[in-house]
């Protein structure tokens, strides 16, 4: 079977948390292996996964990861990194306070729209 894999992965059990929509619903689930570049995750049941990104925290690690859904089968599921090199994966926090301010601009206007601009 062809690895196209850009690093090896380590073997490990790791229990992590998947935030799978973008209202923060979360999941547990076990990281099987692990490397710079992605992991391989497995939740107790299928799972409805968010198709551009997913945040995923490892506590045994003290990391979270933004993460993309790169295979899916069943109940496990393939998650590549989002990174600024290919050896430094990036934390969410960055992302989600990001996402934050958008979402914080956009109820601000709809308060102003529903308040008619007083």
């Excluded at 990281?31 to 925290?57: C, H, W, Y």
């Excluded at 933004?66 to 992302?95: H, K, M, Q, T």
Aim: net charge positive; charged share 35%; hydrophobic share 35%.
């Amino acid at each position: 079977m062809l690895d196209r894999r850009e690093s090896a992965r380590d073997k490990v059990m790791y229990g992590g948390v998947a935030e799978i929509d973008e209202h923060g619903a979360t999941r547990e689930c076990i990281v099987r292996n692990i490397s710079d570049n992605g992991a391989t995750i497995e939740f107790s049941n299928v799972v409805k996964l968010p198709p551009e990104q997913m945040s995923l925290r490892i506590a045994r690690k003290g990391r979270s990861f933004l993460a993309r859904v790169v295979w899916w089968r069943d109940n496990f599921v393939g998650v590549a990194f989002r990174a600024e090199s290919p050896s430094e994966p990036v934390s969410d926090l960055e992302e989600r306070l990001r996402m934050s301010e958008i979402k914080k601009r956009q109820l601000q206007r709809r308060i102003k729209e529903l308040l008619g601009d007083r």
